[in-house]
């Protein structure tokens, strides 16, 4: 009863993230359009495309199954899949249409694929439409598609596709966890510093001084992981991306607190200054990950800048249901991490105050 | 010590020779292959190889505290 008592939250937390691995590794990425060729066709003619997919089995099924439209500028054309070339490939079939403009016109068209299996999914803007005006299309043709998506839903669980991204969305539930966790455990960090200063109390200092440490971690964990994951998505490891100058600040603003508090003998002097830095690090760390990338014109992360978060793509809510509990599992981890370096901490203190 | 220096330099000089020949082999990058899915792997070895520094470096300071309780 007593081990149910003191272990619970650390249990909790490290089941947590062994699912969020499990889960996380194990789930399949879901179908998505890689190519399609050509991508420059005229509306007025008629046109045959060929179709790439990733992480599709259109081999498990028949022509019928799979249905395909053309979609630009609101308008819904239906076409035929005329061949099922393998696992990964299509190729279909589209009749000619007009769309009455004034002009001849370059749009830009979404292609929208939907079976039994994946469900829906689309090559957005992926193709470039060239409309005439034709006379023989009169405003009847306008109208959408008799045959709409049903908006079918994926026959299993999975998370969604991105180009460049692939199976590396995945990362979200590793890399993404680490931020969180490192601002809670500097926010604990924070509290312990106010709660000294209120107080006096050493102890304070030395779990104010413990969480810092583990919020340390996870954010040197935040930044390799976030190098490394960017080196193979983004071409580099370090791009000028305000989320990324902000961190390293913001873990230089730690490692400074630690050398600060390495510098000064006075133990009184090390507590009573190590606060004061700590209490006016901790708003400027939020401003530097959070305020500033969020306000910034551009920015390559997700959810900063101009790009939008992954919540636009998680549609049916897969990947969330793998990064909340990503999130929470980590948060207590750390905060397990933090609890023992604090304990230890506190024991080597006490043994030297008594000698 | 030496030994145990020895077998991981060992591990780690193997590991990076068969790296390297299956990425002659494929001319392409190994974290480039099968979707990126080894970039996957390899952030969460760096998650591990960091919470394994940071045992290290707890697993230091109780030896420490072990050493000075037997001098007592």
Same mark, same amino acid.
């Given at each position: 009863m007593k081990w149910v008592k003191s272990y619970w939250w650390k249990l909790l937390g490290v089941s947590l993230v062994l699912f969020s691995i499990y889960a996380g590794t194990s789930t399949k990425v879901g179908p998505g359009i890689?190519?399609?060729?050509?991508?420059?066709?005229?509306?007025?003619?008629?046109?045959?495309?060929?179709?790439?997919?990733?992480?599709?089995?259109?081999?498990?099924?028949?022509?019928?199954?799979?249905?395909?439209?053309?979609k630009s500028m609101?308008?819904?054309?239906?076409?035929?899949?005329?061949?099922? $070339?393998? +696992? @990964?490939?299509?190729?279909?079939?589209?009749?000619? !249409? =007009?769309?009455?403009?004034?002009d001849t016109l370059l749009r830009s068209a979404s292609l929208i694929v939907e079976d039994q299996k994946h469900g829906l999914f689309l090559g957005s803007e992926m193709l470039r439409l060239r409309i005439t005006p034709d006379a023989?299309?009169?405003?009847?043709?306008?109208?959408?598609?008799?045959?709409?998506?049903?908006?079918?839903?994926?026959?299993?669980?999975s998370f969604p596709y991105r180009f460049v991204l692939y199976e590396t969305i995945r990362n979200l539930n590793f890399h993404v966890p680490m931020w969180f966790t490192m601002m809670t455990l500097l926010l604990i960090s924070f509290i312990f510093s106010i709660r000294y200063l209120n107080s006096n109390?050493?102890?304070?200092? $030395?779990? +104010? @001084?413990?969480?810092?440490?583990?919020?340390?971690? !996870? =954010?040197?964990?935040?930044?390799?992981?976030?190098?490394?994951?960017?080196?193979?998505?983004?071409?580099?490891?370090?791009?000028?991306?305000?989320?990324?100058?902000?961190?390293?600040?913001?873990?230089?603003?730690?490692?400074a607190y630690q050398i600060l508090r390495g510098s000064i003998d006075d133990e009184d002097k090390v507590a009573r200054i190590s606060a004061?830095?700590?209490?006016?690090?901790?708003?400027?760390?939020?401003?530097?990950?959070?305020?500033?990338?969020?306000?910034?014109?551009?920015?390559?992360?997700?959810?900063a800048g101009d790009s939008v978060g992954f919540s636009n793509y998680d549609l049916n809510n897969h990947l969330r249901k793998v990064f909340y509990p990503a999130v929470l599992g980590w948060i207590l981890t750390g905060s397990w991490i933090g609890q023992l370096t604090g304990r230890l901490d506190l024991i080597t203190k006490e043994r030297e105050w008594n000698d | 010590m030496e030994r145990l220096t020895k077998f991981i330099?060992?591990?780690?000089?193997?590991?990076?020779?068969?790296?390297?020949?299956?990425?002659?082999?494929?001319?392409?990058?190994?974290?480039?292959?099968?979707?990126?899915?080894?970039?996957?792997?390899?952030?969460?070895?760096?998650?591990?190889?960091?919470?394994?520094?940071?045992?290290?470096?707890?697993?230091?300071?109780v030896s420490e505290l072990e050493k000075e309780s037997n001098e007592e």
């Open positions: 890689v190519r399609i060729t050509p991508d420059h066709v005229e509306s007025t003619s008629g046109f045959t495309l060929t179709v790439e997919g990733y992480n599709t089995s259109f081999d498990q099924l028949t022509e019928k199954d799979i249905r395909v439209w053309v609101n308008r819904l054309v239906d076409g035929t899949v005329t061949e099922i $070339i393998d +696992a @990964n490939h299509l190729r279909l079939d589209f009749p000619a !249409f =007009g769309i009455a403009t004034n023989r299309f009169t405003s009847d043709s306008l109208e959408h598609s008799n045959n709409p998506p049903e908006k079918l839903e994926q026959s299993y669980f109390n050493a102890a304070f200092d $030395i779990w +104010a @001084n413990a969480f810092a440490k583990a919020g340390l971690l !996870f =954010g040197l964990m935040g930044i390799f992981t976030g190098m490394f994951w960017a080196n193979y998505t983004w071409g580099t490891p370090w791009t000028k991306d305000p989320k990324l100058n902000g961190a390293a600040v913001a873990v230089l603003m730690y490692i004061v830095y700590n209490i006016f690090a901790y708003p400027i760390f939020i401003v530097l990950i959070m305020v500033l990338p969020r306000i910034a014109d551009f920015s390559l992360h997700p959810g | 330099c060992t591990l780690l000089l193997t590991g990076w020779s068969l790296v390297s020949f299956a990425a002659v082999e494929e001319s392409r990058d190994l974290f480039f292959r099968s979707g990126k899915y080894f970039v996957v792997v390899g952030v969460l070895v760096i998650l591990f190889i960091a919470l394994f520094a940071y045992l290290y470096r707890l697993d230091r300071k």
